[in-house]
């Protein structure tokens, strides 16, 4: 049987064969995301699919219970908050790892059904910041290229991607490319594998990215290797941005000395660039995750825009998803900020979202956003909190004190696989979900491809499809008739319905898909939307034409502000957080593969020598971070590939596998304003030996 891999936003392709609950697993070749490859991650997949501490029946408090009460209790808190606190007393946190008709059939019941935009996904801490970027530059949230551009370019800049451990299957095709010549530039503080593979590093100071790309821009238009033309005709906000340039010292000077970075290196950087028309420029959460994310963005888009390499074979700006379903989330409505299929708030497109529904009300204004919405939970304006599939009393910033949010919370219901997350400690109400290998719908991956994610195991106890949980609670609601879906292929039906209804040029349309038969959604093969009836679209853009309103791209001034919070005396270093090469997130599932754990079985701290040894912690040694947020202990791990003033912290660890370890709760949760997406890559911290 052919599925896809839940992990990452590459989408690999997975033929899966199953005896009982042995699964075997290898990469599917005719997948067109990975022609048969598969990562460590991927491969271990049938480690990870057993049932020990699985969430098997729902539970209400620490007592089993039916589904008809479990829901009919939701039901009830949910109808309660509304009709006491109104529509916005209620909010829905929801994942990347659900399926796009999980997605779907979440968004309907919050934005249609309960008039609310309160609902976010965990996708807001990967990649919202890009999504704002396209939509400022494009007109709505566009990934204009596709994986085949990284075959065909000359050069391959990754900025903030360590595509070696968080994209695997990339960059092996990355390498391949390589040895046919193309080049690489990584723009990282960190020399990661993938630093180290590459033919050029800038290990740039913290934050210091906009004014990397800012400094790029101005240099080529000082070369003269701006695209006049393609600007005339398809670019505006050129001369604003060239104005923004003009007040700071763009000189290759400079800017080399404000980033930190050797200035041979960084005029190499730039020949590179404007002598190499097949450029792709790749960014990920090394860029997203800032105050600045959006502003990073846009100065990468900037550059792409003025030099026409968009929309083209081998040329284009490529933000890469976290999680697997980041996009479908995205498309479907899954974000506060989006109502449906790239609709923002405008009246008609209310108007027409709520027809197309029959829905009784619909949202007026985005909702919260991650960090907000745990905000207002603690502030006590949520009363009825449901989380499905993600662990945010892990993953979100200021860990600790989205724990005192979730204390406080009158009710929090969670849908999920495992019995026992650190969230779901807080649950008044457990609803059994279906895992991977059990589930069936689709994803959406970096390069807008849509895979069938298929059932390969018999559902384990009373376990159910995430959008039936959503569809079941809002039938008990009373909504019945809207939500009255017997199969996922139903639910797909639907949504591409909806992207085609009243749809005269709006980019996300999956039309003729919305009249698949059961056996052809069973059948479905990736395709990349816009699909039209000649199949699917790789490229964006390839004639120019934007979805802005009057069909031009758009270049957007942005000024270089740093970090949000610079480190100073009392906390002298730049804490980093990101993932490692074969954990995924909170460990629920990776956590559960022994293969897996043995590259880093222990959390631990990476420091460079020059700055442990005035400390004295030595290789090895267990080592406090602290912040003003709060502390943990991990082992010092000192290396050079480190810069010097920054300190990493992986961020998978939880109360369960190591409490003292876990990252988040020192992380501050600030946010870049435009996006909400946290500053995860910058929080000031001091260390000292345990
Ligand atoms: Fe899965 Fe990503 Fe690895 Fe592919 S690269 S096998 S999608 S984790």
Redesign the pocket.
């Known amino acids: 049987m052919r599925t896809?891999?839940?992990?990452?936003?590459?989408?690999?392709g997975?033929s899966a064969e199953a005896e009982g609950r042995a699964l075997s697993v290898a990469?599917d070749p005719a997948h067109p995301?990975?022609l048969g490859?598969?990562?460590?991650?991927?491969?271990a997949?049938g480690a990870t699919v057993g049932l020990e501490g699985r969430l098997l029946h729902p539970t209400i408090g620490d007592r089993p219970a039916t589904w008809a009460e479990a829901t009919g209790l939701v039901a009830r808190r949910l109808r309660e908050a509304i009709a006491r606190h109104g529509p916005d007393s209620v909010a829905f946190y929801v994942s990347g790892q659900l399926l796009t008709e999980d997605y779907y059939a979440a968004n309907k019941l919050m934005k249609g059904f309960i008039g609310s935009a309160n609902i976010d996904t965990n996708s807001r801490l990967c990649m919202a910041s890009a999504v704002v970027a396209h939509k400022l530059a494009f007109g709505a949230d566009l990934v204009p290229g596709c994986y085949e551009d990284l075959d065909l370019a000359d050069l391959v800049v990754l900025s903030g991607h360590n595509a070696a451990w968080?994209?695997?299957?990339?960059?092996r095709r990355l390498e391949a490319a390589r040895a046919r010549g193309q080049r690489h530039v990584v723009i990282d503080p960190r020399r990661t594998d993938t630093a180290e593979a590459a033919d050029l590093h800038l290990p740039i100071a913290p934050q210091t990215d906009v004014r990397l790309w800012n400094g790029l821009l101005a240099d080529l238009i000082r070369r003269g290797a701006i695209d006049l033309a393609f600007l005339s005709a398809h670019v505006g906000g050129f001369a604003e941005t060239e104005a923004e340039l003009a007040r700071a010292d763009q000189s290759p000077a400079a800017v080399a000395a404000d980033c930190g970075v050797p200035l041979a290196d960084l005029e190499r950087f730039f020949r590179w660039f404007a002598a190499t028309p097949r450029t792709v420029s790749l960014f990920s959460m090394g860029a997203n995750q800032s105050a600045q994310g959006v502003a990073k963005g846009l100065a990468i888009l900037n550059v792409h825009l003025a030099t026409g390499r968009i929309g083209k074979p081998g040329a284009c700006p490529f933000s890469i998803t976290g999680q697997?379903n980041a996009m479908g989330g995205r498309e479907t409505g899954g974000m506060a900020t989006t109502l449906a299929a790239h609709m923002d708030f405008e009246e008609a497109a209310r108007a027409r979202v709520r027809r197309f529904w029959g829905a009784p009300t619909i949202a007026e204004r985005p909702g919260l956003r991650a960090v907000e919405m745990f905000e207002a939970v603690r502030e006590g304006r949520i009363k009825a909190l449901w989380i499905m599939a993600t662990n945010p009393a892990v993953s979100l910033p200021d860990a600790g004190r989205v724990r005192e949010a979730l204390a406080a919370c009158p009710f929090v219901v969670v849908s999920d696989v495992m019995a026992a997350t650190d969230t779901s400690a807080f649950a008044h109400v457990r609803l059994p979900a279906l895992a991977w290998g059990e589930k069936d719908g689709t994803v959406t991956?970096s390069e807008r491809r849509i895979s069938r994610q298929r059932p390969l195991l018999p559902p384990p106890g009373e376990a159910r499809a995430d959008w039936r949980i959503v569809a079941d609670v809002a039938t008990a609601m009373g909504f019945g008739e809207a939500f009255g879906w017997r199969t996922p292929a139903q639910v797909f039906r639907e949504w591409a319905r909806l992207t085609a209804y009243d749809n005269p040029d709006r980019v996300l349309n999956l039309g003729p898909l919305a009249a698949l038969t059961p056996e052809a959604y069973d059948a479905l093969e990736p395709v990349q939307w816009p699909v039209t009836a000649a199949g699917g679209a790789p490229r964006l853009f390839t004639d120019g034409r934007f979805q802005t309103p009057d069909g031009r791209g758009r270049m957007h001034p942005v000024a270089a502000e740093g970090p949000a919070e610079p480190v100073d005396p009392g906390y002298p270093l730049a804490l980093n957080t990101g993932r490692v090469r074969d954990h995924?997130h909170t460990l629920t599932r990776t956590g559960l593969a022994p293969e897996l754990c043995r590259h880093a079985p222990e959390p631990y701290v990476e420091i460079h020598p020059a700055d442990a040894a005035p400390l004295g912690i030595a290789e090895g040694a267990l080592t406090r971070i602290v912040t003003r947020q709060g502390e943990a202990v991990a082992t010092a791990r000192l290396s050079d590939r480190q810069r010097p003033g920054s300190v990493f912290l992986p961020m998978h660890w939880t109360q369960a596998f190591a409490p003292a370890g876990r990252a988040n709760p020192l992380v501050a949760a600030r946010t870049d304003p435009r996006s909400g997406q946290p500053e995860f890559k910058h929080t000031p911290a001091r260390v000292r030996p345990y």
């Open positions: 896809t891999c839940p992990y990452c936003g590459v989408g690999c997975i990469g995301a990975n490859r598969l990562c460590s991650k991927g491969s997949l968080t994209h695997p299957v990339l960059f697997p991956n995924w």
